[in-house]
């Protein structure tokens, strides 16, 4: 029966969005009725395990309305899918797309570090901090990164760092001074 109702879900809602997408092109509707018609049409496949549907919902979808949350659903199913490279290069082109989120960086180094890619994910986390020095939970991956790598030169390093932006530099140059640091 549970099956039933999903496919019946599906279908009704491949419907809806076949409709969104035809109606965009020809009226103007707006966006986010494509978005949302794609993202539950992909999850309604994602929860059947079709990735290659849910797949080739979000690309039909993004070819009419780009959005961050159907480029991260896209970027997501190949991952899923174990196209690993591909989810790196959809991740780059989103970011690409949307320069003010580093969302899609983020994704990146989470996907270098499922795949044990190390030294990728440092090289990523780099490129966050130098847009974006103050968030500190890729500074933290990066620390814990550094640290799995061995490379603890460079860890004591962003260890400090982080530890004069928390407490500042007055109080830093401080304990640098009783060597506290």
């Known amino acids: 029966m549970k099956n039933a109702t999903l496919s019946t879900m599906i279908f009704v809602t491949l419907i809806l969005f076949s409709i969104a997408v035809t ?10 009725e494509i978005e949302n018609a ?23 979808a993004l070819s009419v309305a780009p959005t961050r949350k159907i480029l991260y659903n896209r970027m997501l199913c190949l991952f899923y899918m174990q196209r690993y490279e591909e ?24 996907f270098f570090i499922s795949q044990q890619k190390n030294d ?14 103050y968030s500190e939970e890729i500074a933290l991956k990066l620390l814990a990164l550094l640290q799995d790598s061995d490379r603890i030169d460079e860890a004591k390093e962003l260890a400090r760092t982080m530890l004069i932006r928390q407490i500042g530099v007055s109080k830093a140059s401080e304990l640098l001074l009783k060597k506290q640091i």
């Open 23 to 32: 109606g965009c092109a020809t009226t103007g509707h707006k966006v986010s």
């Open 120 to 133: 990728n994910a440092i090289e990523v986390c780099q490129q966050i901090l130098q847009l974006n020095p």
């Open 87 to 110: 989810a790196d290069l959809a991740a780059i082109e989103a970011q690409k797309l949307f320069p003010e989120s580093l969302f899609f960086s983020a994704a990146r180094v989470e």
């Open 38 to 60: 794609a993202l539950e049409l992909g999850q309604a496949y994602i929860d059947r395990n079709d990735f290659e549907s849910a797949l080739s919902t979000y690309e039909k």
